[in-house]
C-alpha cells in the first residue's frame, strides 16, 4: 500500500508545474546550456544562445535560493530532532529500571 502511495505522491509531483526550482522542498538541478564547437553554427544562433544562457543565469540564481532555503529548513529540523532526542534521553534516564 505505501508503495503505491509513494508511486502515487511522485506522479503527481511531476505532474505539478516547478515553481523556483522547488517543489516540497526539493530543488532541482539545472542543465547547464550548451555551446556548440561550430563557430558558424554559433553565429546563426547567436540570439538564440543568448537567450539560453541568461535564462539558464536567471534559473540558477533561483535554484541557489531553493538550496539556502532547504538548508536553513533541514537546520531548523535537525534542532528540533537533537532536542526531542535530548528529551527521550532524559526521560529514559528518569525512568525505574
Known amino acids: 500500500m505505501l508503495t503505491a502511495a509513494l508511486a502515487f505522491g511522485l506522479f503527481s509531483a511531476s505532474a505539478v508545474a516547478i515553481d523556483a526550482q ?3 522542498g526539493f530543488c532541482v538541478p539545472l542543465n547547464p546550456p550548451e555551446l ?3 563557430a558558424e553554427l554559433v553565429r546563426e544562433f547567436a540570439e538564440m544562445l543568448r537567450e539560453e544562457f ?3 543565469l536567471i534559473e540558477v540564481t533561483a535554484y541557489f535560493q531553493c538550496i539556502d532555503a532547504e538548508r536553513d529548513r533541514a537546520w531548523r529540523e535537525a534542532a528540533e530532532v537533537t532536542a526531542q532526542y ?5 526521560a529514559l534516564r528518569r525512568m525505574p529500571p
Not at 535530548?86 to 532524559?90: N, Q, R, V
Open 22 to 24: 522547488s517543489y516540497a
Open 86 to 90: 535530548g528529551a527521550l534521553l532524559e
Open 54 to 56: 541568461e535564462q539558464y
Open 36 to 38: 556548440p564547437s561550430d
